[in-house]
């Protein structure tokens, strides 16, 4: 199953439609953190005697480049911008998305959609909640850019997608595990 990669937070609720969005300057901001860390922990590794760490050969080129990966996603989130809005007076999902390697945008009715899935793909993760089309793309949505948390929230947003497309939702067994 292709699944588009950034979860995409509800940010409108109107009786005609869910808009939904992904904060790419929010996510750049993580990330941009996660970096620093990485940078300044590779840093002081460096720095340190070789005999007091174990591996330093391998710790050090691994931190730059891991720093260097979340340098990329950083600024990659920066300039990205997805929308997806559900229109239920035109029944039509519009979805765009843009980034410094260009514009993806397209639009499909309903009857493109099949289901609404949520699930928690492991035993202490966050739930999943996916808006599923028949060619098999899976948009990921959650109340949160890590998805959601809370069980209520995840079948309260799925019902309420589920209403406005007149699609099923599907729930399954790993749901109901306890984090």
Known sequence: MLRLDHVL???????DGLSFSFRGKT?????????IALLVGTIVINDMDAAKVQ???????????????????SIYSYFTKIELNI????RVV?????????????EKGFDSFIEVRIWRPGRKS?????LRMKDKQEIPLGTSEAGIL????????????????????????????EL
Do not use: C
């Open 94 to 106: 519009g979805y765009r998305k843009s980034n410094f390697f260009g514009t993806k945008k397209w």
């Open 87 to 90: 229109d239920r007076l035109k």
């Open 150 to 177: 809370d069980i209520e929230k995840a079948k309260e947003l799925a019902e309420h997608i589920s209403k406005v497309m007149n699609i099923p939702v599907i729930e399954e067994p790993t749901v109901r595990w």
């Open 126 to 130: 966050f739930l999943k909640l996916v």
């Open 9 to 15: 937070v509800q940010r409108g609720n109107k009786n």
């Open 27 to 35: 996510w750049s901001i993580y990330t941009a953190l996660i970096s």
């Open 55 to 73: 591996f330093k050969e391998y710790l050090v080129p691994g931190g730059y480049v891991a720093t260097a990966l979340f340098i990329w996603s």
